[in-house]
């Protein structure tokens, strides 16, 4: 079977070790996609959990792979989630890091198959996805979704925590904030001749673009001035994207504002920011919101 780690660090600094076990397509390949031999755990707090758990719910796979869903918060500073040393361990009997989320985990052995989200996406998608169930990799996208996956973690995302850092590096935020803004009118650009950002029908960007801007408005703008705030509001075709895939219950059925706001407020030591007040959508209100396009559904 395919198993390779390598290391990145969190937030705090700690080197959190990556195990990157694949999925193949049949059994000649170690993992391969039985029913009912997967388990995930998540935490919807975290935005590649999130990002997995409406994956999950688009590729109905509600009996084909079980999951635990884990508290914002891990259970202890450091060690991570308690419930996961059992797999971690079993995986590597002296594993260095913390019981970190998400875990795709092998019920068959008891190990860890993957912690990188990204992995786990794909495979979810590739190998478990049914006739019925919506296509969120198609392989003639595969590169639009890679290179939109780059401009959203690196352009959205990393510029966003740039630009609200506190610190006197006053000219580091403004270029941040000008690298955020000009990947959102890219992004604005793509959706006002197409419903998604890569044509007529839901795909992998798409849940991604989605869960970045969740995280645009509950997380970044707690540290952004209210001007930066109302420029990245600007941008009506990215806002009505996302109040539009929340009529979807695979993804409002996922979003547990609650405890997004409490792992923030849990891991983040920066200022607050005038911006924090300034709330570009409300997104509890799915009640008023028309249904989605047949497009956006999992078939039933």
């Not at 419903?195 to 960007?205: I, S």
Request: charged share 20%; hydrophobic share 40%; glycine share 8%.
């Amino acid at each position: 079977m395919s198993r390779s780690s390598s290391t990145t660090s969190s937030p705090a600094g700690t080197p959190t070790p990556f195990i990157r076990g694949r999925i193949g397509p049949n059994a000649a390949h170690g993992y391969y996609p039985a029913a009912h031999r997967y388990h995930l755990y998540l935490s919807l707090s975290c935005p590649g959990c999130l990002r997995i758990a409406i994956t999950h719910a688009l590729l109905g796979l509600e009996d084909r792979v079980t999951r635990t869903l884990l508290p914002p918060v891990p259970d202890a500073p450091g060690a991570g989630y308690a419930v996961l040393r059992e797999p971690y361990e079993a995986t590597n009997h002296r594993y260095p890091g913390p019981g970190k989320a998400p875990v795709l985990a092998d019920r068959w052995t008891g190990r860890v198959v993957s912690n990188h989200a990204p992995d786990i996406l794909r495979d979810l998608a590739l190998r478990f996805g049914g006739a019925d169930a919506p296509d969120l990799c198609p392989r003639a996208a595969a590169e639009d979704i890679r290179a939109l996956g780059r401009l959203l973690d690196r352009d959205v995302t990393e510029a966003a925590q740039g630009a609200g850092q506190a610190g006197g590096d006053r000219a580091g935020r403004a270029d941040a904030l000008t690298i955020l803004l000009g990947a959102l009118g890219t992004l604005e650009e793509r959706l006002a001749s197409r419903p998604f950002l890569v044509g007529d029908t839901l795909t992998a960007a798409d849940v991604h673009l989605w869960v970045t801007l969740v995280q645009l408005d509950t997380v970044h703008r707690w540290h952004l001035d209210a001007d930066a705030v109302h420029r990245i509001a600007a941008h009506p075709r990215l806002w009505a994207f996302a109040r539009r895939l929340l009529a979807n219950p695979a993804f409002a059925g996922q979003l547990r504002l609650d405890e997004i706001e409490r792992r923030h407020h849990h891991d983040c030591r920066g200022l607050e920011a005038a911006g924090a007040a300034v709330q570009i959508i409300d997104w509890t209100a799915t009640d008023d919101l028309l249904p989605s396009p047949a497009s956006e559904r999992r078939p039933r």
